[in-house]
């Protein structure tokens, strides 16, 4: 079945960028959609943005300016850049594959089916 | 930007049924998914648009939305179903979450 794992390092410094990486297995990334979620310590689910199988993009206006969703279909994989992140941007992160019926700049339902297991990213000095 | 509200807290006795209620302007004009998650570990899809049940989880969890209300029951509760509830919508091309709900079971 398909699994997703997370992976990046653990502590990244105020004002670094943070990367990481979301390997699938067990089937491909074409023909879905994938997302980023985050959920700080004790709080509920930030959504980061998705990256759909053509490789558009839409991010949390919140965090757009400092986001990159990006894939390699070749390594069946997809990757998150969180540039001069803060204390705020600790963390567990998630990825996850969507499904939608997302069709030219609207879709009816959009929900993520299949999670990985998460990561924790910790920004300090 | 759109919010999706939930109750902070919901309790519940064992056997009795559980309402776990996320508000939202129009909520009833979009589709509404719900997660569940346990400590320490992913969410888990337990109702997709509005009231689907994915494969594997038990019947005892329905889903509906209307107005500005949508709602998931779980009938029958059971303690293993006392942890968070996250509803989840799309509003313009972004993905919304609500706060959660912590269910407790006593």
């Known amino acids: 079945q398909v699994q997703l794992q997370e992976s990046g390092p653990g502590l990244v410094k105020p004002s670094e960028t943070l990367f990481l990486t979301c390997t699938v297995s067990?089937?491909?990334?074409?023909?879905?959609?994938w997302s980023w979620i985050r959920q700080s310590p004790g709080k509920g689910l930030e959504w980061i943005g998705y990256i759909s199988y053509s490789g558009s993009t839409n991010y949390n206006p919140s965090l757009k300016s400092r986001v990159t969703i990006s894939q390699d279909t070749s390594k069946n994989q997809f990757s998150l850049k969180l540039n001069s992140v803060t204390a705020a941007d600790t963390a567990v992160y998630y990825c996850?594959?969507?499904?939608?019926?997302?069709?030219?700049?609207?879709?009816?339902?959009?929900?993520?089916?299949?999670w990985g297991k998460g990561t924790t990213v910790t920004v300090s000095s | 930007s759109y919010e999706l509200i939930q109750p902070p807290s919901v309790s519940v006795s064992p056997g009795q049924t559980a309402t776990i209620s996320c508000s939202g302007d129009k909520l009833g004009d979009k589709y509404v998914c719900w997660y569940q998650q346990k400590p320490g570990q992913s969410p888990v899809l337990v109702i997709y648009?509005?009231?689907k049940r994915p494969s594997g989880i038990p019947e005892r969890f329905s889903g509906s939305n209307s107005g500005n209300t949508a709602t998931l029951t779980i009938s029958g509760t059971q303690a293993m179903d006392e942890t968070d509830y996250y509803c989840?919508?799309?509003?313009?091309?972004?993905?919304?979450f609500g706060g959660g709900t912590k269910l407790t079971v006593l």
């Open positions: 996850a594959r969507d499904r939608t019926d997302y069709g030219g700049d609207s879709a009816n339902y959009y929900y993520m089916d299949l």
């Open positions: 648009e509005d009231n």
């Open positions: 989840q919508a799309w509003d313009s091309s972004t993905v919304i």
């Open positions: 067990g089937g491909s990334i074409s023909n879905y959609y």
